[in-house]
């Protein structure tokens, strides 16, 4: 997030892009920071430790669905439910229960459950985040996309500064051999995955809207088996591929295009 921060701060003036927004944005601006940045963060990243980068990648994949759900109950107005969505719906938290059975049917699971909880934790912050945002970019249009992610770097900074002071006290030096081992995954993941990657989600939120724009993320739990199949030659269970496909069908069935009736078939 350090990476990020200090990242924007150099980016953005270059683009000649404001790093202040509106006085009466200010509040939720920071706290669409904690549930975009903050919260995710920490959930993933303690998740991560309990359990694999594939069942993690897998959760991720969740977002749009949690993003529909909330806008249906919260944003009504905006979210409108139909019995195609529905379906969409159901078989994505089908897929989801089917990622939790492994975990509930060990004996000794506890540890793998809580990690799963924490990492579906942060696909719901990030699904709140991303519905915060729209609101945002509704409320506050002026606002440009880059300007309200640095904003929300600042907040999300503070909120895992505070998170890991308490939880894991003040760092103390690391060993040399530590540097060398995390430099290139600090600069890709500070750089790239958040820099990168969250300037694009933002312009994507405001233009495409917070569902559409949540889809990106279907594609993360294919890639991720394949990826971790790859890298730590880990097989995916049969209950990982049946969820895999259920989140991926709900999402889909989510965003299907709904047919439009010509007015010619209508007379």
Do not use: C
Request: hydrophobic fraction near 55%; charge should be positive; avoid cysteine.
């Amino acid at each position: 997030m350090v990476v990020a921060f200090v990242s924007l701060s150099i980016i953005l003036p270059f683009l000649k892009i404001k790093l202040r927004v509106p006085a009466q944005a200010q509040r939720l601006v920071w706290l669409t920071g904690v549930f975009a940045l903050g919260l995710p963060f920490s959930f993933l990243f303690w998740g991560e430790t309990l359990v694999t980068p594939g069942l993690a990648g897998m959760i991720n994949g969740t977002v749009a669905l949690w993003v529909f759900l909330y806008g249906i109950i919260f944003m009504p107005k905006q979210e409108r439910l139909t019995q195609k969505k529905v379906i969409g719906l159901l078989a994505g938290l089908s897929g989801v229960i089917f990622i939790f059975i492994p975990s509930l049917m060990a004996q000794k699971g506890s540890s793998s459950v809580l990690g799963i909880a924490a990492i579906f934790g942060m696909a719901n912050a990030y699904a709140i985040g991303v519905l915060l945002n729209r609101k945002i970019f509704t409320d506050f249009p002026q606002i440009h996309p880059f300007s309200n992610l640095y904003q929300q770097s600042i907040s999300g900074l503070v909120f895992l500064l505070l998170v890991t002071s308490v939880i894991e006290g003040f760092p103390t030096q690391a060993p040399e051999h530590y540097w060398r081992l995390l430099i290139f995954p600090e600069l890709y993941l500070g750089f790239v995955s958040t820099t990168l990657g969250f300037m694009i989600f933002y312009s994507l939120i405001k233009k495409l809207g917070s569902v559409r724009t949540a889809t990106v993320t279907y594609v993360v739990p294919a890639t991720t088996l394949v990826f971790d199949f790859l890298i730590n030659s880990r097989i995916p269970g049969v209950f990982e591929v049946i969820g895999v496909v259920g989140i991926t069908a709900g999402v889909v069935i989510l965003n299907w295009p709904t047919p439009q009736v010509s007015s010619t078939l209508k007379g």
